[in-house]
C-alpha cells in the first residue's frame, strides 16, 4: 500500500498527510482518484484497506467516483504506476 501512496504523494506533490486528509481542495481530491485507481481490488478492498492500514473512512460512492475522475483526467498517471508495477 505504501508505494500506492508514495507514488500518488510525488506524483502530486503533497504529502502523505494531505492525502488522507478530507479536504475537498481539487489537487488533494484528484490525488484521492488517483489512488482509489491504481489500488487493486474492489471498492470494498480499498475501503477495508483504507480503514485499517491508515484509520481512514471512504464511501463507496467516493471510490467509484474518484476511479471514474482518474480514467477521465489522469489515464496515463494510472498507465504509468501500472507499467512500473510490472516492470519491477
Do not use: W
Amino acid at each position: 500500500m505504501d508505494n500506492y501512496i508514495k507514488y500518488v504523494c510525488k506524483r502530486f506533490r503533497i504529502s502523505q498527510q494531505q492525502l488522507l486528509s478530507h479536504s475537498r481542495k481539487r489537487e488533494i481530491v484528484d490525488a484521492r482518484s488517483v489512488l482509489y485507481a491504481i489500488l487493486p481490488g474492489t471498492y470494498v478492498d480499498v475501503m477495508h484497506r483504507m480503514r485499517v492500514l491508515y484509520r481512514f473512512e471512504i464511501s463507496r460512492s467516493s471510490i467509484i467516483n474518484g476511479r471514474s475522475i482518474a480514467g477521465q483526467f489522469y489515464h496515463e498517471d494510472v498507465q504509468n504506476f501500472n507499467t512500473s508495477i510490472k516492470n519491477n
